[in-house]
């Protein structure tokens, strides 16, 4: 992916919208979600038996004869877990795929510019997942996604290895049966940061009305016939605004992020207009 | 359940047709999808190797489906509960002319016994369970469909309707055999007819029914009618003869009217009328003189007494003269010349015409045609003229004589007793002979011609055939059979069944297309040659006969029956069928029909066990109705 010229030119302009931080203490380490032991105050509490007494602010004893405890932002590590959504349902229109490749790639570059280890995982039908460091990151130009099954599988199924405090970054189209509320707690169990990124065609983001159509899933391989007119386009639409809300809804109980990106629109524009705006990447 | 018309269900062949395109063919172009489930419609599952899909039920197959089973439902007319009751009845309609008798009451004619029967016939259908069938026959020289076999009872109406009946006097037999074949063994036979037969005598079969709807009835009948030509057509002002019989077929003395009315053209002109005294049972002849010229009468007697219109009506044609043109070339003083003119004065219709342009040539036999003239010959012996030969030639008496072909129309009433046959030579040609001696033909026809040749091997100056009362027959027949064989119809009036048969000349005799006949109220063809023959004139009325715009013949046709015109003898009544039927039931269709049931029935039913296995073979629940699953509880 480092001979691909959009990633490296989007690997130049943007770094990961992570907290900054904090402008003295240990170099290098970046702010999770959490509370932790990091030297950046982050709120206070009253205290319970079993705190660290060594957070007990006295100055507000004295002040307030209430025992309050400091509590102090969590310091995480900067490992990212990439999730690519390696299915059938990806390379529908070659763009998707793409797309795909090219996030994973670029949010690998990035986050290993941080100082990171980045793992991309493309969720396919092998067992063990292969995880892909760093240096390998070359071979997701020509990873084929032809997998059957599908990420609320492999979560359900407990096949993705993932680790405790790490960013984790997910890349689907989201365009298979799910339980929305569901998925996103599984994805953000123990994570630091969990980004969930929704790459879709332009026709799935907006289709235009076909006539008589044999509508065949490349993933599952069923199929319907279907008069694809402006009443079935509607009903389709609702439908994916439905689930698009869905997952929204559950991405900020979970403190994540949910974007959807237009396949069709290249990696400039994504990260231009809408991972930027989201806060998943900012300008370096 | 039944079906009236069961290869209706053939129709239902286009169930499976329809299943199949909906199985079978892909209408729609392919298009890849990511999320099928968010198109809110049915998935079908591919199962690896051969390609074979569940069929999908949708909206559009089941109401195909229920429009084809529905037309094949229409098609086939259904009547469910029939089968078991529904009856065949076939009914014999009487088709003699007295059913068209009406019933004289006081009050003057009522209705006819036709009506009435049409009225009981009507009765009994109403009272046919449904899914029944009616066949109709009328009776006749030949018996006539009149409706059917096996037609709805709704339809019988229009049959009954054109139902005519004016046939002459017949036998039934053939109409009940017909009926009693098309009623199979479960049928319900009735007759339906103006007088009870008489079950031994009348051979009815036992199955049959009897409604008599008649009553006996006077009559006033015309059951002759002949119309002549004057005598002495030379003579001016002769008049031509019409003579009828006129018959009082009741119980009572009655007085009738006898109306006489030309028809020429648009305009009719009466000719005579006479009131005569009928007395009962009697018959009473008519003679009235007419002027030639009229062309065509129409004549009817009328009465108070007179139940019976058909028989009381004659048409006639005036008869035309046919001329036979004879020529004569035996020498002026011969005996045989002599005794020939002397017959030929007292025969009509014929001149004395040369050679070249007569019908028949009376000529020595050594002057007799060997050509193709159609002309007729009679050549008169000695066959060889020569002293010698005349010497040689042997008189024979009438004792040896034998007559070869006795139903020869020239030998008509020739008798030849006590002939002697003078001067009979050796015939030296072919021949057929007709009056033979030994190993002598004494008269014959001559064979190595086309030309019609018959050769008298007697020398008339030694034979006593001319004084006897066989020579003015044998002369009138050669005559007569020369005029039938001219172009013309021999006879211009005929009665009802009567065959008709005639010449037509060469030009018309050589055409192509069928000859048109017209008349009785209806058209039909004939067929051309140089005899023409029509057969099964069973309608009274004026006939002609053409070729395109050209007229070949015209003639009468009149019912003329004493035996069916005889009405006193009608009696009303029913007789149940001897032999009770047992109606359990018929089969109205071929029995292929609970076949073609069975066999589609076994193509939906594989078709829905095909749908059932396919569908669990896939594991599909969703319906193409059901609410699409998006949420998926982990």
Request: glycine share 8%; aromatic share 6%; charged share 25%.
């Amino acid at each position: 992916m480092r001979n691909d010229v959009d990633v490296r030119r989007a690997a130049d302009t943007y770094q990961l919208g992570l907290l900054k931080m904090p402008a003295s203490g240990r170099a290098g380490e970046l702010l999770g979600r959490g509370t932790g032991s990091s030297l950046e105050f982050q709120e206070y509490r009253e205290y319970t038996p079993g705190d660290d007494i060594r957070h007990l602010d006295w100055a507000a004893y004295g002040r307030s004869d209430t025992l309050m405890v400091r509590l102090y932002r969590e310091e995480i590590s900067p490992r990212a877990e990439i999730l690519v959504d390696a299915s059938r349902s990806m390379s529908v229109v070659e763009a998707k795929a793409g797309l795909a490749r090219q996030l994973a790639g670029l949010f690998a570059m990035l986050s290993g510019g941080l100082g990171g280890s980045p793992v991309v995982i493309p969720l396919e039908d092998r067992r063990p997942l292969e995880r892909i460091g760093l240096d390998g990151i070359e071979r997701l130009a020509g990873w084929p996604f032809e997998s059957r099954a599908t990420l609320a599988d492999l979560l359900a199924e407990g096949r993705i290895p993932l680790k405790p405090r790490s960013v984790r970054i997910v890349i689907s189209d989201f365009l298979f049966p799910l339980d929305p509320e569901a998925l996103v707690k599984r994805l953000a169990s123990d994570a630091a940061t969990l980004w969930v990124i929704q790459v879709l065609g332009a026709w799935e983001s907006n289709p235009t009305p076909l006539g008589g159509r044999r509508l065949v899933d490349h993933e599952t391989a069923a199929e319907a016939d279907l008069l694809l007119n402006p009443a079935a386009i509607d009903e389709y639409l609702g439908r994916l605004r439905t689930l698009q809300t869905s997952l929204s809804r559950a991405c900020r109980r979970a403190e994540a992020t949910f974007v959807t990106l237009e396949a069709e629109s290249g990696l400039e524009q994504v990260c231009r207009d809408t991972l930027c705006a989201s806060g998943i990447l900012r300008v370096a | 359940m039944s079906f009236a018309n069961p290869w209706g269900l053939l129709a239902l062949a286009a169930l499976p047709t329809i299943a199949a395109i909906h199985l079978f063919h892909r209408r729609y172009p392919r298009l890849p999808v990511a999320g099928l489930h968010l198109w809110g419609v049915a998935r079908m599952t591919h199962t690896p190797g051969r390609r074979r899909e569940r069929l999908p039920i949708t909206a559009t197959l089941i109401l195909e489906l229920l429009a084809a089973l529905v037309l094949a439902l229409a098609l086939a007319r259904p009547q469910v509960d029939s089968f078991d009751r529904a009856i065949h009845l076939v009914a014999v309609l009487d088709g003699s002319a007295s059913m068209s008798a009406h019933r004289l009451t006081a009050g003057g004619p009522a209705r006819t016994f036709r009506e009435l029967a049409i009225e009981d016939l009507e009765r009994r259908l109403k009272d046919l369970p449904q899914g029944s069938a009616v066949t109709l026959i009328e009776s006749g020289r030949r018996p006539t469909l009149l409706f059917g076999p096996q037609g709805h009872p709704d339809e019988v109406s229009a049959a009954l309707a054109h139902w005519s009946p004016q046939a002459v006097q017949h036998d039934f037999q053939p109409a009940w055999d017909l009926a009693d074949q098309l009623a199979e063994a479960s049928g319900r036979l009735i007759f339906l007819t103006d007088t009870i037969p008489d079950s031994e005598r009348a051979n009815l079969p036992t199955r049959f029914a009897v409604v008599s709807v008649g009553e006996p009835q006077p009559n006033l009948a015309i059951t002759a009618a002949r119309w002549t030509r004057p005598e002495d057509k030379a003579t001016a002002g002769a008049m031509g003869e019409i003579t009828l019989r006129l018959v009082n077929l009741g119980r009572r003395d009655t007085t009738g009217t006898v109306t006489a009315t030309a028809v020429n053209g648009q305009q009719d002109q009466p000719v005579f009328s006479r009131t005569v005294e009928l007395a009962a049972g009697r018959s009473q002849p008519l003679q009235v003189g007419v002027r030639p010229g009229l062309g065509e009468i129409d004549i009817r007697i009328s009465g108070s007494r007179d139940a019976l219109e058909l028989d009381s009506r004659v048409r006639l044609v005036e008869p035309v003269a046919r001329t036979v043109g004879v020529a004569m070339t035996l020498p002026a003083d011969s005996i045989a010349r002599q005794q020939l003119n002397r017959v030929l004065v007292t025969l009509p219709d014929w001149r004395a015409v040369g050679s070249g342009e007569a019908d028949l040539v009376i000529a020595r036999v050594a002057e007799v045609a060997t050509g193709s003239s159609d002309q007729w010959w009679l050549g008169v012996g000695p066959v060889d003229e020569d002293p010698a030969a005349r010497k040689r030639a042997v008189d024979l008496s009438d004792r040896s004589a034998y007559v070869l072909e006795k139903r020869h129309p020239l030998l008509d009433g020739v008798v030849l007793g006590g002939v002697i046959w003078g001067g009979v030579q050796d015939l030296a040609f072919d021949h057929t002979p007709l009056v033979t001696s030994g190993s002598r033909s004494l008269l014959a026809r001559k064979l190595d011609t086309r030309s019609t040749v018959f050769v008298l091997n007697i020398d008339l100056a030694r034979s006593n055939l001319p004084d006897t009362p066989d020579w003015p027959i044998l002369i009138s027949n050669l005559l007569e059979e020369c005029r039938d064989s001219r172009p013309g119809l021999r006879r211009v009036n005929y009665r009802v069944s009567e065959n008709v048969r005639f010449r037509i000349d060469d030009t018309a005799a050589d055409g192509d297309k069928l000859l048109q006949l017209e008349g009785g109220g209806r058209r039909r063809q004939v067929a051309r040659g140089r005899l023409v023959e029509i057969t099964g004139l069973t309608r009274s009325g004026l006939y002609t006969l053409t070729d395109g715009d050209r007229r070949l013949a015209r003639f009468a046709v009149n019912f003329q029956d004493p035996v069916e015109s005889s009405l006193v003898s009608l009696t009303a009544g029913e007789r149940a069928a001897a032999v009770p039927v047992v109606t359990t039931g018929f089969r109205i269709d071929s029995p292929y029909t609970w076949l073609i049931l069975l066999g589609i029935l076994m193509v939906i039913g594989l078709a829905v066990a095909d749908w059932q296995v396919l569908r669990q073979a896939a594991g599909v629940t969703a319906g193409p109705l059901s609410k699409p699953r998006f949420l998926k509880s982990s």
